[in-house]
């Protein structure tokens, strides 16, 4: 049952260079119970998951400015922290199967932020069960 799960237990990195964009993904997450982190590029993100040992989703926008992309993040963090749960999204690219990481999930924006939510939730209930919880 929905009620059952505890989101707050489960931190989202959102990696999303438009402020607009991150703010509403924030918004949408945090409404739903989840700890939210945020990053406006990927070394800003690879700090937040150096300091933030809950976080167990990466939420992270393909195009963005600095050292890497959303796509080289993904791999990076799949290589790093492999328990974390990737969601991967553009707008203007669009990502086959294949490159991305290992179930790593694509969503074309505009994203319909139910569709998201579902995600989250299932991945924080599949994270529950792993717990014991």
């Known amino acids: 049952m929905a009620q059952s799960l505890t989101p707050s237990r489960f931190a989202v990195l959102i990696v999303e260079d438009d402020a607009l964009v991150r703010a509403e993904a924030v ?25 933030h040992s809950d976080i167990r989703v990466l939420f992270t926008d393909i195009e963005m400015p600095g050292t890497m992309d959303g796509l080289k993040l993904a791999h990076g963090v799949q290589d790093r922290w492999p328990p974390i749960s990737i969601i991967v ?20 924006k505009p994203y319909p932020p139910e569709a998201i939510l579902r995600t989250l939730l299932d991945i924080a209930g599949n994270l529950g069960d792993e717990a014991g919880g």
């Not at 999204?89 to 074309?108: C, H, W």
């Open 89 to 108: 999204t553009s707008g203007r690219i669009t990502v086959g199967k294949d490159d991305m990481p290992e179930n790593g999930l694509f969503f074309a």
């Open 27 to 51: 918004d949408l997450c945090a409404e739903a119970g989840f700890t939210t982190y945020e990053a406006r590029n990927a070394d800003q993100a690879i700090g937040q998951l150096e300091s």
